[in-house]
């Protein structure tokens, strides 16, 4: 039995026989990260204090990746038990050798500065404009700042609620990991210390110990997160995500500069 979960803007994603996952590419250059995936996931599972997927390939044309069901539901996990989880977990994560994640596929830092430059030149021609005259300056400095910011752990890469599993009431699993790379490990504390609830950050930060020189960073990273949903509505034709990203950019903007 095969049953369509609504996914996200990457995967066709089904629920097969109520235990397995199965997850197909939607656009060609999503495919390396799945492969990915299947390589760095089976390592890193024994290793973190939350559950992750272990895919493998089932099939080809179109790929075709599955993982037994991680137990539990996209949900926000409020409390400060669940924070310093998470910040267990982010602390796990971001001490794995480099090396060994590049051996496994993962997008070098090399690589991962160069993707980066790609987006932001991408973004600074196409999102920026949009933007009203008054915030314009403060965009164009934010694309700067991020321009520079160091590519040398391990990364999750989209760490957000939609990827968090809460099981009886608490915090269980970690899921999608095709954005894995080399990166700042300010991104993945980007949400989690600006777009959570206070007391699940609070948990976070003093169990993950951050730099100031992160947190500041982790910021920056969470002012950037409605311009990918602006990119995306404008690459696929889809208004209403360019509306809402815009109004997101706004008033993170805004906050930012009071």
């Given at each position: ?33 799945l492969r990915t995936e299947t390589r760095l996931l089976p ?6 204090p939350l559950q992750v997927p272990v895919p493998s390939v ?139 609830e206070p007391a699940f950050a609070e948990g976070v930060a ?53």
């Amino acid at each position: 039995m095969r049953q369509r979960i609504d996914g996200g803007w990457d995967s066709r994603t089904h629920l097969v026989d109520g235990r397995w996952i199965e997850r197909e590419p939607l656009r060609p250059e999503v495919e390396p990260g799945l492969r990915t995936e299947t390589r760095l996931l089976p390592w890193l599972a024994p290793t973190l204090p939350l559950q992750v997927p272990v895919p493998s390939v089932v099939g080809e044309h179109p790929l075709r990746v599955r993982h037994r069901r991680v137990r539990g539901e996209p949900g926000l996990a409020t409390d400060r038990a669940a924070g310093r989880r998470l910040g267990q977990f982010l602390l796990a994560l971001h001490q794995h050798p480099v090396d060994e994640a590049v051996a496994r596929g993962v997008p070098d830092a090399a690589t991962s500065r160069e993707r980066l430059g790609a987006v932001l030149d991408t973004l600074r021609d196409d999102v920026l404009p949009l933007l009203p005259a008054g915030l314009a300056g403060d965009g164009a400095a934010l694309l700067d700042r991020l321009a520079d910011t160091p590519q040398d752990t391990l990364v999750h890469g989209d760490l957000g609620p939609d990827h968090l599993l809460v099981h009886v009431g608490r915090l269980h699993g970690v899921i999608d990991w095709s954005d894995a790379h080399i990166g700042d490990p300010a991104l993945d504390l980007a949400w989690v210390l600006n777009g959570s609830e206070p007391a699940f950050a609070e948990g976070v930060a003093a169990t993950y110990g951050a730099a100031p020189t992160v947190v500041r960073r982790a910021r920056d990273w969470h002012l950037l997160g409605p311009w990918h949903e602006v990119l995306y509505g404008l690459e696929t034709d889809q208004p209403d995500f360019v509306t809402s990203g815009l109004a997101g950019t706004r008033d993170r903007l805004r906050e930012a500069g009071r």
